[in-house]
């Protein structure tokens, strides 16, 4: 690994394999961001990594100042939508070191879209060197006030100039990190979608690719002009069953028992919803992952056997919902506020864990 004082503007090594050129920013923007006030995705840190791939390997592996690409307007990527990514965060400690929450997983999971996809896969030392570089050149953009990460953003778009449909030959794989603070401000209105899909079986509702989330926009509009925050999708085949919502996975407390659906092919297997699943357990809190009805959800309310709705993402962390609309009705969920709440624990548990305050039992922070 390198000393941070080694990232000079010159050619250097991060692995045996792996050679990245850095080109630093004339000057740094941090002055410009308010840092305790950290809208998502907003603001930008002062650089990114890029890599290519050209002739079947991975190349031209760069960190240099975040900036504007020139693309070709027949970049196939546009046209037909390889495009995936991953969404990934970064803390730093009470040593002031900076570490990853899972990184491996984020490799990962993006391999697993990138087939899905018919792209070209990562190399673990590009995925993990390029992370690793970028983030001991912006070290100093990873916030330490409260409820504050710095949210990291790997993707990859297929780089062909052509019409033609059919899997690109070439590829940019980039990764560039903004510090963000709290994604929700309140708790969110989630409404039940009835009518449009996310996604279906044997589609690619679990990968995550650009697709996915324009397919979204239009449904996720309605419910937002009807009064909702976000949507919580339904299955495709009778919208009887929950599988996520917009940015999160989706995780109830039912009879005390952390209940969400079981992933599958039309469902994002969640890093965040994977944790919290492995906590709950090593706590001792029974969980079932398996189909979870609408009418459940609704009956639980109804009679107090639920007492808790949230959801689980990397953006989101742990975000308890408000309420949750259904076929017209708003059913108003449990303030979940109180230290004893299983959301707020979790919540906290993985803030410690992140920040270096508790030990890191299951071994998940990367430091860089
Ligand atoms: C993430 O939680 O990283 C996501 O991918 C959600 C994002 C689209 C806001």
Not at 341 to 346: D, L, N, V
């Amino acid at each position: 690994m390198l000393p941070f004082n080694s990232l000079t503007n010159t050619l250097i090594m991060t692995t045996d394999v792996l050679q990245i050129e850095l080109r630093r920013a004339d000057r740094s923007r941090i002055q410009e961001v308010d840092f305790n006030n950290l809208p998502f995705g907003k603001h930008f840190s002062d650089h990114m990594f890029v890599a290519d791939f050209i002739d079947g390997e991975w190349t031209n592996q760069m960190v240099v100042p975040f900036d504007n690409f020139s693309l070709s307007p027949s970049l196939t990527s546009l046209h037909y939508g390889q495009s995936i990514f991953e969404g990934m965060k970064a803390y730093k400690n009470e040593a002031g070191e900076v570490q990853m929450f899972r990184p491996m997983a984020n490799f990962e999971r993006i391999n697993e879209s990138a087939r899905r996809m018919c792209m070209a896969t990562l190399p673990e030392e590009v995925f993990m060197g390029g992370l690793e570089t970028l983030l001991r050149v912006d070290a100093d953009w990873v916030p330490t006030q409260p409820d504050s990460s710095l949210y990291i953003r790997p993707y990859m778009f297929a780089l062909d100039a052509s019409l033609g449909v059919a899997p690109a030959k070439t590829y940019r794989f980039c990764i560039f990190t903004c510090p963000v603070g709290t994604y929700y401000a309140k708790p969110p209105k989630l409404k039940v979608e009835t009518e449009y899909i996310r996604s279906a079986p044997g589609g690619v509702g679990y990968a995550k690719c650009a697709g996915n989330y324009a397919a979204s926009m239009y449904p996720t509009m309605l419910a937002q002009q009807a009064g909702y925050d976000q949507l919580i999708w339904t299955d495709a085949r009778e919208h009887k069953y929950i599988e996520e919502s917009g940015t999160m996975n989706i995780m109830f407390v039912i009879d005390g028992k952390l209940v969400t659906p079981a992933t599958s092919d039309t469902i994002l297997r969640g890093i965040t919803r994977d944790s919290i699943l492995k906590v709950a357990r090593s706590w001792g809190m029974p969980v079932e992952e398996r189909l979870v009805s609408v009418e459940e959800v609704i009956n639980g309310i109804e009679t107090g056997r639920l007492t808790e709705a949230f959801g689980a993402g990397t953006a989101v962390v742990v975000s308890p919902y408000a309420l949750i609309g259904y076929n017209g009705h708003d059913y108003m969920l449990p303030e979940n506020t109180t230290d004893d709440s299983f959301a707020i624990r979790i919540k906290n548990y993985l803030t410690d864990v992140r920040t270096g305050k508790i030990a890191d039992e299951f071994g998940w922070m990367h430091t860089v």
